[in-house]
């Protein structure tokens, strides 16, 4: 398992500060695939049990879509962005 690179807090769009029900995703580094292309890990356990796998060319585009698909994820949802995290300052 590879490290986090992004974590992204969010919380409904209609509630209460306290009280309103939050998310947490969590983005892992890029991996390499056994056919060569690079894949992200998104872990969402409010939204669902299993970890998505986020597939790109290479690091970089499996990386970038992975933080693109959390955010829409999220949006989608109706939570609002409320912290992002980069662990280890990456």
């Given at each position: 398992m590879t490290d986090?690179?992004l974590v992204?807090?969010g919380?409904?769009?209609?509630?209460?500060?306290?009280?309103?029900e939050t998310?947490?995703?969590?983005?892992?580094a890029p991996e390499?695939?056994?056919h060569?292309?690079?894949?992200?890990r998104?872990s969402?356990?409010?939204?669902?049990e299993?970890?998505?796998?986020i597939?790109g060319?290479?690091?970089?585009?499996?990386?970038e879509?992975?933080c693109?698909f959390a955010r829409?994820l999220?949006?989608?949802?109706?939570f609002?962005?409320?912290?992002e995290?980069?662990p280890?300052?990456?």
């Amino acid at each position: 398992m590879t490290d986090p690179i992004l974590v992204l807090r969010g919380r409904r769009g209609d509630a209460e500060p306290q009280t309103g029900e939050t998310v947490v995703a969590t983005i892992f580094a890029p991996e390499q695939s056994e056919h060569g292309d690079y894949f992200c890990r998104v872990s969402l356990p409010t939204l669902y049990e299993d970890e998505k796998r986020i597939a790109g060319v290479d690091a970089e585009q499996a990386r970038e879509l992975a933080c693109i698909f959390a955010r829409d994820l999220l949006a989608g949802f109706g939570f609002n962005i409320t912290a992002e995290h980069a662990p280890g300052g990456s």
